[in-house]
């Protein structure tokens, strides 16, 4: 399960939704979505943008976690 935890490092850089929407140019409603945890998919441009104004790098906002506990193994 991949998990964003976009809400956290907007609390720790003490930035709003309406102010980071602004910075990235994306809707308030969009970053919402990926705020709240609720998005599918996240374009990687959105990801850089995000990352650029929040300074910080996408495995801070973004985490996978097994869904069962165990780490799977690569697949070839």
Do not use: F, H, W
């Not at 976009?6 to 994306?26: C, N, P, Q, S, T």
């Not at 919402?32 to 929040?54: F, P, Q, V």
């Amino acid at each position: 399960m991949i998990i964003i935890t976009l809400d956290v490092m907007m609390a720790r850089r003490k930035i709003g939704l309406m102010e980071l929407a602004k910075k990235i140019d994306i809707s308030p409603a969009n970053l919402s979505i990926l705020k709240n945890g609720k998005a599918r998919a996240i374009r990687l441009d959105t990801l850089e943008k995000l990352c650029k104004a929040l300074s910080c790098q996408p495995g801070d906002i973004i985490s996978y976690v097994p869904d069962d506990g165990k780490e799977q193994p690569p697949t070839a």
